[in-house]
């Protein structure tokens, strides 16, 4: 099943293999803008045979970001970079999406840092100052305008960074979010934030939508994967076509339990109970592993993260232990 394609909307990937988004803190000044690592970097999976490549969290407002060094689509001139890159992904015959991201109070840059709640992540982390309801639609509008840029730059694929502590995910968690106005108090209200980005963004983008979750936040008083099932409902309503399940780091709790496919039960209970398709992550390496995954019905995507930084050839190599025959670039003919 590895190596079937798979349509979302109008969309098919050649395989089920995705690479999984992952910063690279490669922008050599705070432009935010594509660098010759990224022009390097993204084609070479796509020369690897990975089906989708989901490019890094990618800041939708210079303040949302993990690091200075981040790349941005907080404006109109991150286009041309970005359209350099899906071109060339594009002319090594793989899909490429980006993940539009926000870091909240996770952000590592200068001046003010925001979330719902004026909580700092850790006592190392700044205090974020809480948005008020007009910054609020603001930063909903920068998703927006985020989406529409990336349409402009010809991405086949949006993810909605929704997972590890960053803004979203402390608007969705109890944890992260204090609030008593129409953001937050329970669970509607702290779905609201997420639910407005959605609706934004659909109204500039009506390809594949991807959402990337935090199934469980780790902690007593946190959320669990059934909480997310009621959120994936919501997201499926909203028209989202698959939920990419990732856990963990809106607070600083280890999770237990880190071994191989960690996260892919998360990933099958959203799967079965929300009856919306799922992408599986996290210490997925061999392609046996991979394969048994898709073949429990546990997920339809396969994410791989740190694998494909070690061997941008992974397809390549999971087809072998599969005993599948992947189609070679052509110039690499003799060689695969
Ligand atoms: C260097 C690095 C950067 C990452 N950056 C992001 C990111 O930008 N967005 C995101 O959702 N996850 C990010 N992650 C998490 C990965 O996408 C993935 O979920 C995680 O590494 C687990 O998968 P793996 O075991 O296959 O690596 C990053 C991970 C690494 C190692």
């Given at each position: 099943?590895?190596?079937?394609?798979?349509?979302?909307?109008?969309?098919?990937l050649k395989n089920r293999i995705v690479m999984s988004p992952m910063c690279m803190y490669a922008c050599d000044d705070e432009s935010g803008r594509v660098h010759?690592?990224?022009?390097?970097?993204?084609?070479?999976?796509?020369?690897?045979?990975?089906?989708?490549?989901?490019?890094?969290?990618?800041?939708v407002t210079a303040q949302g970001r993990i690091s200075a060094r981040d790349l941005g689509i907080w404006s109109d001139e991150h286009i041309a970079g970005l359209s350099e890159l899906t071109g060339l992904v594009h002319s090594h015959g793989s899909h490429i999406g980006i993940q539009l991201a926000h870091a909240g109070r996770k952000a590592l840059v200068e001046g003010p840092i925001v979330a719902p709640s004026a909580i700092a992540f850790d006592e190392k982390?700044?205090?974020?100052?809480?948005?008020?309801e007009e910054q609020i639609g603001e930063e909903i509008a920068a998703f927006a305008a985020g989406a529409r840029r990336a349409k402009e730059a010809g991405f086949d694929v949006i993810e909605i960074h929704a997972a590890h502590?960053?803004?979203?995910?402390e608007f969705l968690s109890p944890l992260s979010n204090k609030r008593d106005d129409a953001y937050g108090g329970d669970k509607d209200r702290r779905y609201r934030f997420l639910h407005d980005v959605v609706d934004a963004v659909k109204r500039e983008w009506d390809g594949p939508l991807l959402v990337r979750i935090s199934a469980h936040d780790y902690h007593p008083e946190g959320l669990t994967p059934d909480d997310y099932v009621d959120y994936a409902r919501r997201l499926k309503a909203q028209g989202v076509d698959l939920i990419d399940v990732s856990s963990g780091a809106v607070v600083p709790a280890i999770p237990p339990n880190i071994g191989p496919g960690y996260q892919v039960r998360f990933a099958r209970q959203l799967r079965s109970e929300a009856g919306i398709a799922t992408g599986a992550v996290g210490l997925i390496t061999e392609g046996a592993q991979a394969e048994e995954i898709l073949q429990a019905?546990?997920?339809?995507?396969?994410?791989?993260?740190?694998?494909?930084?070690?061997?941008?050839?992974?397809?390549?190599?999971?087809?072998?232990?599969?005993?599948?025959k992947l189609d070679a670039p052509p110039s690499y003919t003799r060689a695969w």
């Open positions: 099943m590895l190596f079937t394609s798979y349509s979302i909307k109008n969309l098919t010759d690592w990224h022009r390097v970097h993204y084609p070479s999976r796509a020369v690897g045979q990975a089906g989708l490549i989901v490019v890094e969290a990618t800041a982390s700044r205090t974020p100052e809480a948005l008020t502590g960053y803004l979203i995910n019905g546990s997920a339809d995507l396969i994410f791989i993260g740190r694998e494909l930084l070690r061997d941008p050839y992974w397809p390549r190599t999971a087809a072998a232990q599969l005993g599948v």
